[in-house]
């Protein structure tokens, strides 16, 4: 596609819930990342894959949260057992991978854990 | 561990003068510096970038402004026009390693 697309836009789910958020990247971006930005905040880093090297998983903020990304394209982040506090905007990006290369972001999800 | 900071979380300028949003970094070994716009409900847009080998780069309206030594960076705009109002992020990354880190944001206004 043309851009970074997300899906869904928007998802209310209630707490305990597990919920999965979808990305899809610009064709031939070896690089995905995923942030948050939570209400009032700035963009908080969750994880990141470069080609087919192992993901820099650093930033995700418990064992709750896991992300794959399938035959070096879509990606998957997964929020299990949702909790109030994971409500925010879930933001994907992808770039050629190159350093220092900008980023294309998605539109992001916005989660809504009731 | 907060390694890109943005200590102003707004500004409002009038419209036709300077905007200077400001970015301070504490990892020595970032060598890439990115500003990005964000309007509301849009992902981030990427706006210009500077790498650590320059001191200034500068696209239109836009300046960004690099000082290694106080781990600092600004971004300018003159002049200042509404359509300039949105969420301003700094970003960094560092060589071979793109894992690129975001400050929390500064709200530019821009008043006609």
């Known amino acids: 596609g043309a851009g970074v697309s997300q899906s869904p836009s928007n998802k209310v789910t209630e707490k305990g819930k597990d919920v999965e958020l979808r990305c899809d990247p610009i064709?031939?971006?070896?690089?995905l990342y995923w942030y948050r930005q939570s209400l009032g905040q700035g963009l908080e880093f969750l994880i990141y894959?470069?080609?087919?090297?192992?993901?820099?998983k650093s930033g995700l903020p418990s064992d709750r949260f896991s992300a794959e990304r399938t035959g070096g394209s879509v990606s998957t982040l997964t929020i299990q057992r949702t909790q109030q506090e994971d409500s925010a905007v879930y933001l994907c990006?992808?770039?050629?991978?190159?350093?220092?290369?900008?980023?294309?972001f998605g539109s992001g999800t916005q989660l809504s854990v009731l | 561990d907060q390694q890109v900071k943005q200590n102003s979380p707004s500004l409002s300028v009038q419209e036709g003068r300077i905007s200077i949003l400001n970015c301070d970094y504490t990892?020595?070994?970032?060598?890439?510096f990115l500003w990005y716009k964000k309007y509301p409900a849009e992902g981030p847009t990427f706006l210009i970038s500077?790498?650590?080998?320059?001191d200034k780069n500068e696209d239109g309206r836009f300046t960004v402004f690099l000082n290694k030594s106080a781990k600092h960076l600004s971004l300018h705009i003159v002049p200042s026009q509404p359509g300039d109002s949105a969420v301003y992020f700094c970003?960094?990354?560092?060589?071979?390693?793109?894992?690129?880190?975001f400050g929390a944001g500064t709200r530019l206004t821009v008043k006609p």
């Open positions: 990006a992808s770039s050629r991978g190159h350093t220092g290369e900008k980023l294309f």
């Open positions: 064709s031939g971006h070896t690089a």
């Open positions: 894959f470069q080609g087919n090297s192992a993901p820099d």
């Open positions: 990892n020595s070994m970032f060598d890439y």
């Open positions: 500077i790498s650590s080998i320059k």
């Open positions: 970003a960094a990354s560092w060589f071979n390693n793109n894992d690129m880190r």
